[in-house]
């Protein structure tokens, strides 16, 4: 099993940047795909997800507006599409996928710095 993040790295403010979370290894199409992340310091929070087939969406209240989940099941990815980025944004991002009875998998992360 592998959750594979990609698409971070260093944006202006007010730029915008699309993550990936790849999926290996379990029935992607299944589970809820969710995105938190963590600053030093700090416990993981959570920030968007998307439940399977797209069917419902949270986005946390820091972001809605700002960011969009998407899911490709034939690709097995999940994405969120992350504009008008401020430093507050600032994180390492982790895809995690969840489904009820199922073990919960996580991504490594990656680092997405929003600074002139």
């Known amino acids: 099993v592998q959750l594979v993040e990609s698409g971070g790295g260093l944006v202006q403010p007010g730029g915008s940047l699309r993550l990936s979370c790849a999926a290996s290894?379990?029935?992607?199409?299944?589970?809820?795909m969710r995105w938190y992340r963590q600053t030093a310091g700090k416990e993981r929070g959570l920030v968007a997800s998307?439940?399977?087939?797209?069917?419902?969406?949270y986005y946390a209240d820091s972001v809605k507006g700002r960011f969009t989940i998407s899911r490709d099941d034939a690709k097995n990815t999940a994405y969120p599409q992350m504009s008008s980025l401020n430093a507050e944004d600032t994180a390492v991002y982790y895809c995690?996928?969840?489904?009820?009875?199922?073990?919960?998998?996580w991504g490594q992360g990656t680092q997405v710095t929003v600074s002139s």
């Open positions: 290894g379990f029935t992607f199409s299944r589970y809820t």
């Open positions: 995690n996928a969840v489904r009820p009875g199922s073990l919960n998998y």
């Open positions: 998307i439940t399977s087939a797209g069917g419902s969406t």
